[in-house]
Each structure stands twice: as structure tokens, then as C-alpha cells.
């Protein structure tokens, strides 16, 4: 089983930025793919950005050219970049890891808050 810990959430003000690190246990050069997630109180979780074995990437509408997704296969993390941050990016965001096709890992998430 693939462990990892999710960092980097905290509070901010509107417009400000933070970085989701995600980090695993093992390397993450072939997990079928790594992404975030988040849930707003009375939302539903969404997928926010995601990456794939090849590279490709993928983001909410919401948050393309504000949020950017990378992955440091060295150090086994995956980032989240938020960028200009809106009172409506408030959520708790989860790492999602998917070892494989038919395995999904979900992270003890982390909070989120854009506030003045």
C-alpha cells in the first residue's frame, strides 16, 4: 500500500497563494495517476487538478491559470500551486492517488481557508 501525508494548507487572504505538497511513500514515477481534490461545506467533492502516468494534466474551470499541479518524481510529491486565491477556493483539498486502474487512495485532507 502507497502511504502518504498531505501539507501546505492554512489560512489566507484573498489573492494570496499556498502550496499542497503531497508526499508518498515510495516513488510515484508509475502511479497510474495523482490528483486534488476538494469539498466546500454543502458541496460536493470535485476534482480539482489531476496528472497522469504519461504527464498529462487536468483542471476545474475554476481554477485554470490560477492553480498549477506538478509532480517532483525525486522527492515522491506532488504539488499544488494556488495562485490568486478566492474566498470561494475554501475547501478542504485531498491528495488522490491511484496506484493503479482499480486501486484509489484518498489522503486525511487539508484545510483550506481564504479569508480576511
Known amino acids: 500500500q502507497v502511504q502518504f501525508v498531505e501539507s501546505g494548507g492554512g489560512l489566507v487572504q484573498p489573492g494570496g497563494s499556498l502550496r499542497l505538497s503531497c508526499t508518498t511513500s515510495?516513488?510515484?514515477?508509475?502511479?497510474?495517476?495523482m490528483g486534488w481534490y476538494r469539498q466546500a461545506p454543502g458541496k460536493q467533492r470535485e476534482l480539482v487538478a489531476g496528472?497522469?502516468?504519461?504527464?498529462?494534466?487536468d483542471y476545474a474551470d475554476s481554477v485554470k491559470g490560477r492553480f498549477t499541479v506538478s509532480r517532483d518524481n525525486a522527492k515522491n510529491t506532488l504539488y499544488l500551486q494556488m495562485n490568486s486565491l478566492k474566498p470561494e477556493d475554501t475547501a478542504v483539498y485531498y491528495c488522490?492517488?491511484?496506484?493503479?486502474?482499480?486501486?484509489?487512495?484518498w489522503g486525511q485532507g487539508t484545510q483550506v481557508t481564504v479569508s480576511s
Open positions: 488522490n492517488v491511484k496506484p493503479s486502474p482499480i486501486t484509489t487512495l
Open positions: 515510495r516513488s510515484i514515477f508509475n502511479i497510474y495517476s
Open positions: 496528472v497522469t502516468l504519461r504527464g498529462s494534466t
